[in-house]
């Protein structure tokens, strides 16, 4: 991997700030011009009125002018649209350890995602509840673990 | 207007009036969670709309972008479907103008998907996903409270007989957008009266439907909300965060 595309990718979610960009797929491409050396970074929301964008892609440019590319493109794509399946194990496994339950794997026969059986991240227990199918970001609902009681985010499923 | 164009125009302003309208329930809605529940609904209609206004502007060619848009046209200008400018009502009003509004816009938005327009193909294989979401948590309500206390019954059947004339004119034929809204009405009544039916609420018989929103004819309501929403950026041309 191109110190390029580290920096960007290192570049952490500014509403989940255990996790990268690259980790939850929101990060689609990096692209250096080979004549010109000028970067072009391709993005994509996670949801269409995700207020961090802005956030995401000024933290983007600051990343690539600390490593000499003070005039970096930030693009937005729409298409494909994320999906939950594009967070990485590794975003998984740093979710997790942050409390947030991962999402389940999307049902792909229909737009509605299939609700399966959410874990509690700090028990393990598979007795969970939700609290409310909304929550503090546009992206996670809120639960309950009935275990060890303790409520959690839960990423959902997209 | 130029077919793509107005069509366009008209589901940005549909989303964007929608937004406007929810994020009036911010810090009033029933409990916590719906709270929470309204202001993330807003919001995805916020993005829809920011993304449907911004690729009108650049269809209509004339320099307006996403905020010229939504700030500096008056009533008249607007193309929202007239069901997104009435007032929210109690919560079960609210609830059955949702319900509406995402059972329209999950079919729109999936058969947009596959238009042969690629920003709108994005825009609506974005959007579906949301939208079903919306769809799910209206239908979750309107069930709860239909098939909940006699109160709740009367008040729930009560929404949909009010909201119900102002469906008709979401499905009025485009012969000429990209997806002609007519096409959708099977799939929105089958979804509609599978939720009415399992509510034990009834299906109101057909009769008055007011339209005219596509034609910028539009209720009084959408003045005032209109008022509320421009005043800031009319009062400060130009400001900045």
Not at chain 1, 38 to 59: F, K, L, N, S
Not at chain 2, 120 to 125: D, H, S
Request: glycine share 6%; net charge negative; charged share 25%.
């Amino acid at each position: 991997m191109s110190s390029v595309r580290q920096a960007v990718a290192a570049v952490v979610d500014p509403e989940i700030r255990v996790v990268t960009i690259d980790d939850l797929g929101i990060l689609r491409s990096v692209q250096e011009d080979p004549d010109t050396g000028r970067v072009v970074v391709t993005i994509t929301p996670t949801y269409t009125g995700c207020p961090a964008m802005e956030v995401i892609r000024a933290d983007i440019r600051r990343a690539l002018a600390a490593v000499g590319h003070p005039d970096a493109e930030v693009r937005t794509v729409h298409s494909p649209a994320w999906s939950t399946d594009w967070i990485s194990d590794a975003g998984r496994a740093k979710l997790a350890a942050a409390g947030i339950a991962p999402p389940a794997p999307v049902r792909r026969d229909g737009v509605v995602p299939l609700t399966l059986a959410v874990r509690c991240p700090r028990c393990g227990s598979p007795e969970t509840e939700q609290l409310s199918r909304f929550g503090s970001t546009a992206c996670k609902a809120l639960w309950r673990c009935r275990s060890c009681s303790e409520p959690f985010d839960h990423v959902k499923a997209l | 207007m130029k077919g793509s164009f107005a069509f366009t125009l008209a589901l940005g302003d549909d989303a964007l009036i929608a937004a406007q309208r929810l994020a009036e329930w911010t810090t009033r809605a029933p409990e916590m969670e719906e709270d929470i529940a309204l202001a993330n609904i807003a919001l995805d209609q916020l993005g829809a709309a920011r993304l449907l206004l911004s690729y009108a502007g650049e269809l209509e060619g004339a320099g307006r972008d996403e905020d010229a848009l939504a700030y500096l046209r008056d009533d008249r200008e607007f193309r929202n479907c007239l069901l997104v400018e009435l007032p929210n009502g109690d919560f079960a009003v609210t609830m059955a103008k949702l319900l509406v509004l995402a059972a329209y816009q999950v079919p729109l938005y999936t058969a947009l998907a596959d238009s042969s327009d690629e920003r709108l193909a994005a825009i609506g294989g974005k959007a579906r996903k949301e939208s079903a979401y919306h769809l799910d948590h209206a239908s979750l309500w309107v069930r709860r409270l239909g098939d909940g206390t006699e109160e709740s019954h009367r008040r729930m059947q009560a929404g949909i007989d009010q909201i119900w004339p102002y469906a008709d004119e979401l499905f009025v034929a485009w012969p000429d957008a990209p997806v002609d809204p007519a096409t959708l009405r099977a799939a929105f009544d089958e979804t509609v009266t599978t939720v009415l039916t399992e509510a034990t609420l009834t299906v109101p018989e057909a009769g008055w439907s007011p339209t005219g929103g596509r034609d910028g004819l539009h209720t009084e309501h959408l003045s005032y909300l209109l008022a509320e929403m421009q005043v800031l950026h009319r009062a400060h041309p130009g400001a900045r965060w």
